[in-house]
Each structure stands twice: as structure tokens, then as C-alpha cells.
């Protein structure tokens, strides 16, 4: 089974930065690509960034391309975003999510999620 455990998340001012991190217990996190989405309060859940398993490839959504980055250190089982130049836009509960292989697809496995909320 696998398990993720966000941390990070808090209450921050727009224009402030934040680094999400996302511990996961998992044999052979590195065979895992993975993944943060965000549900705002009255949305639906939006995928916001993915990284492939060795870290070689990542994906963005439109609305943070430049202001945030996904990264992962396979060493510590760990997935990061750092968010930058936030905004009252970003706030929401923010999720990471793994899948076996490639990072397009399905994810199958979720964290409880980290609360970020930016005030404008």
C-alpha cells in the first residue's frame, strides 16, 4: 500500500511563497510518477503539476506555469512544490497523488491534503 502525508500548507499573504512536501512510504518511490492537484471551496479537484518517476520530466497547469515548481528527491521519498508569487487564486486544499509509471493516467493513490490560503 501506499501512503502520502502532505505537509506545509498554511495561511500566507498574495505575493508570499510556500513549499509544499509530500512524504510517501512506498518500496520504489522512483517507479512512481507523481502529482499535485488543488480543490478550491465550490470546484472541482485541478491538477496543478506532475513529475515523472526519475524527475527528468514535469507538466504544469496554465494558471502557475512560472510561479511554481514540482521537484522530487528519490533519496528522501519526498515530492516538493514550491509556490511562488502566490495568489488569492491559489487557495485551496492542496492534494498530491502517486501512479505506478508513467505520470499521464489515472492517480491511484491520494494524501489527506494541506490547506493553503492566500489573503489578497
Known amino acids: 500500500q501506499v501512503q502520502l502525508v502532505e505537509s506545509g500548507g498554511g495561511l500566507v499573504q498574495a505575493g508570499d511563497s510556500l513549499r509544499l512536501a509530500c512524504a510517501v512510504s512506498?518500496?520504489?518511490?522512483?517507479?512512481?510518477?507523481m502529482a499535485w492537484f488543488r480543490q478550491a471551496p465550490g470546484k472541482e479537484r485541478e491538477p496543478v503539476a506532475s513529475?515523472?518517476?526519475?524527475?527528468?520530466?514535469?507538466t504544469y497547469t496554465n494558471s502557475v506555469k512560472g510561479r511554481f515548481t514540482i521537484s522530487r528527491d528519490n533519496a528522501k521519498n519526498t515530492v516538493y512544490l514550491q509556490m511562488n508569487s502566490l495568489k488569492f487564486g491559489d487557495t485551496a486544499v492542496y492534494f498530491c497523488?502517486?501512479?505506478?509509471?508513467?505520470?499521464?493516467?489515472?492517480?491511484?493513490?491520494w494524501g489527506q491534503g494541506t490547506q493553503v490560503t492566500v489573503s489578497s
Open positions: 512506498v518500496r520504489t518511490f522512483s517507479s512512481y510518477a
Open positions: 497523488a502517486a501512479r505506478y509509471g508513467s505520470e499521464f493516467g489515472k492517480y491511484d493513490f
Open positions: 513529475i515523472s518517476g526519475s524527475g527528468s520530466s514535469t
